[in-house]
Every structure is written in structure tokens, then in C-alpha cells.
């Protein structure tokens, strides 16, 4: 099977991502409206403490509306993160898809991917803390944690996207060589 | 770019017209637009060669070097809109 132009590997690939989109854009007005619902309506928090053990999260929350939607809030703010990076993968395999990966939008594609993933972890380390401090009679330890991994695919984007862009400026110097 | 590709002069020379010519070499009207405007990178020798079989001509013929000339370098990126 192919790995790039119509019915190959790519546009197998960008199928999945038109799926993951679909569920990240209903997740995300899902969290939108329990986070508007959460700051209107009174939380029965033994509810959401026995639906949390029940489903085998360890924390315990305290009866604390706001709080609780700007948890919601951040957890949109991320699943918002990873949709604009499906997104950008969706254009980025579209060019796959046509059988032209070397086109110069390309390279800044990649790298706002690369930001967005450097985003996605200082989101992470934020929640973090906040929750640390919010929830420090009942939560555990939050310590910091260095995601080696996630640190290092940032990196590997960004060298992608040079790489795209030297792609780019050979394809462009082959189109101008008549 | 200093070099300048000078098949007008030659075109009309020969009474041919551009068409005529990309038919006759087997380029597109795009790319021996591109070629005629200077926006070309580089030529191939079998397109050279092409060219001066159906124009009756040396390869010197279709060039010409105009020192002083500024060379714009392109680094936009490219077609695509922005999003």
C-alpha cells in the first residue's frame, strides 16, 4: 500500500483524524456546557465522589463550585490544545493525501504543532499546581514532573519542520527548472 | 537574477510564436512563460538543446548577462491562505 497520494496509508490516516476531530469538537462542548452548568447549579459532590471512586480516581473534592469549573475550564483548554493540533494534522495529511507533502504551509504547520505540544505541557504543569494548592487537604503529593517524552517530541517536530521546509524549497527549485 | 533569457528577439526572428514553440520544444505555455520572464531557477540541456534545434540557434543566442542586476530571493511561504 502506499504511503502518500489517494486511497494510501495518508488518506487512511486523515480519515482517522476527521473521526478523532469529531469526537474532540463534541467532547469540548460537552466540558463547555458542564463547566456552565457546574457554576449555575448546586454539585451534589458525594455524587461526583462516588462516581470518581467507582471509576477508581483517587482524588477527593471538596464543595467547591468554582473550583470545580475552572477544572472543567482547563480540561477544555487542553482538549481545545489537542483539537487545533488534529486540525493542523488534518491539513498537514490533506497535502498527503493529494501526493504533495512538500508545500511550504507545511513547515509552519509543524511548527505550530510543536508549540502546541510545548503548550499542552505547561497547561499540564498549571492544572497541576493548581489543583495542588486548591486541593491540599485532600489531594496527595503533586509533584513536578519532567515529561522527558513529551519534551523531546516537541524537539522531533521541530526538526520535521526544517526538514519540510528544506523539502519545499527543493520541490520549489525543481518546479522552477524548466 | 542577472541572467536574462532572450527568446523574444528570437521569436520574432524566426515568426514563431510563443505557443508555436512550447509546441514544437514539448513545454507548457506556463513554463516557457516562466522561462521568458526570468522567473526560472534553472534549465535543463535537453530543453536547451530543444530549444536551439527549433529556433536555429546557439545557446548563447538566447542568453544574455546583465551585471548589476539585483537578485530578489522568494522566501514567502508560499500558495496556500493563511489560517
Given at each position: 500500500m502506499r504511503a502518500l497520494g489517494p486511497g494510501s496509508v495518508s488518506s487512511l490516516l486523515k480519515l482517522v483524524l476527521d473521526v478523532i476531530a469529531f469526537a474532540l469538537w463534541a467532547s469540548l462542548a460537552l466540558l463547555l456546557v458542564a463547566a456552565f452548568v457546574a457554576l449555575l447549579l448546586p454539585v451534589d459532590l458525594d455524587l461526583w465522589r462516588r462516581i470518581m471512586e467507582d471509576t477508581g480516581v483517587r482524588m477527593a473534592m471538596q464543595a467547591r463550585g468554582p473550583v470545580f469549573t475552572v477544572g472543567l475550564l482547563a480540561l477544555a483548554a487542553y482538549v481545545g490544545v489537542v483539537l487545533y493540533i488534529v486540525h493542523r494534522l488534518q491539513r498537514i495529511f490533506q497535502t498527503l493525501t493529494i501526493g504533495d507533502?512538500?508545500?511550504?504551509r507545511n513547515v509552519f504547520r509543524l511548527r505550530a504543532i510543536g508549540f502546541s505540544l510545548a503548550g499542552l505541557e505547561v497547561i499540564n504543569y498549571g492544572a497541576r499546581m493548581v489543583s495542588g494548592w486548591a486541593f491540599r487537604d485532600q489531594v496527595e503529593d503533586v509533584r513536578f514532573n519532567l515529561n522527558l517524552t513529551a519534551w523531546f517530541a516537541v524537539l522531533v517536530v521541530f526538526v520535521l519542520a526544517e526538514v519540510f521546509r528544506e523539502g519545499a524549497r527543493l520541490r520549489q527549485e525543481a518546479d522552477l527548472t524548466i | 537574477m542577472a541572467i536574462r533569457v532572450q527568446l523574444d528577439r528570437l521569436l520574432v526572428a524566426r515568426r514563431m510564436s510563443p505557443s508555436e514553440l512550447a509546441d514544437r520544444v514539448g513545454l507548457s505555455a506556463s513554463n516557457l512563460s516562466i522561462l521568458k520572464t526570468g522567473e526560472a531557477r534553472a534549465i535543463r540541456f535537453t530543453t536547451l538543446d530543444a530549444l536551439c534545434r527549433e529556433?536555429?540557434?546557439?545557446?548563447?543566442?538566447l542568453f544574455g548577462y546583465e551585471s548589476g542586476s539585483a537578485e530578489v530571493l522568494a522566501d514567502d511561504p508560499g500558495e496556500d491562505e493563511l489560517e
Open positions: 507533502p512538500f508545500r511550504p | 529556433l536555429d540557434c546557439q545557446p548563447g543566442d
